[in-house]
């Protein structure tokens, strides 16, 4: 059964930084294209930062130069370092598996960054 474990969230005040840490399955993080999403009530997901079994990443807009995605493949992690945070960073945060071959729909449970004002 593939797994994906998020955790490293919490409360912050702006201008902290939280790093995120999903640990995944072996069998879907090889290969596959890692990412962090983000939700807030009644709005839709959105990605954060994407980075590919080879290291090539992407970020949204809003969080460039403030975020850093990175894996370690030896251990089957992605990691989300978040520097400067702001209060509309506040959100719940998932993991995101983007298999080539298992499909794209693989996700963590969430964990909760809230960055007070």
């Known amino acids: 059964q593939v797994q994906l474990v998020e955790s490293g969230g919490g409360l912050v005040q702006a201008g902290g930084s939280l790093r995120l840490s999903c640990a995944a399955s072996?069998?879907?993080?090889?290969?596959?294209?890692m990412g962090w999403y983000r939700q807030v009530p009644g709005k839709q997901r959105d990605m954060v930062a994407r980075?590919?079994?080879?290291?090539?990443?992407n970020y949204a807009d809003s969080v460039k130069g403030r975020f850093t995605i990175s894996r370690d493949n030896a251990k089957n992690t992605v990691y989300l370092q978040m520097n400067s945070l702001k209060p509309e960073d506040t959100a719940v945060y998932y993991c995101n598996a983007d298999h080539p071959y298992y499909g794209p729909d693989y996700w963590g449970q969430g964990t909760q960054v809230t960055v007070s004002s």
């Open positions: 980075i590919t079994s080879s290291g090539s990443t």
């Open positions: 072996g069998r879907i993080f090889r290969g596959a294209v």
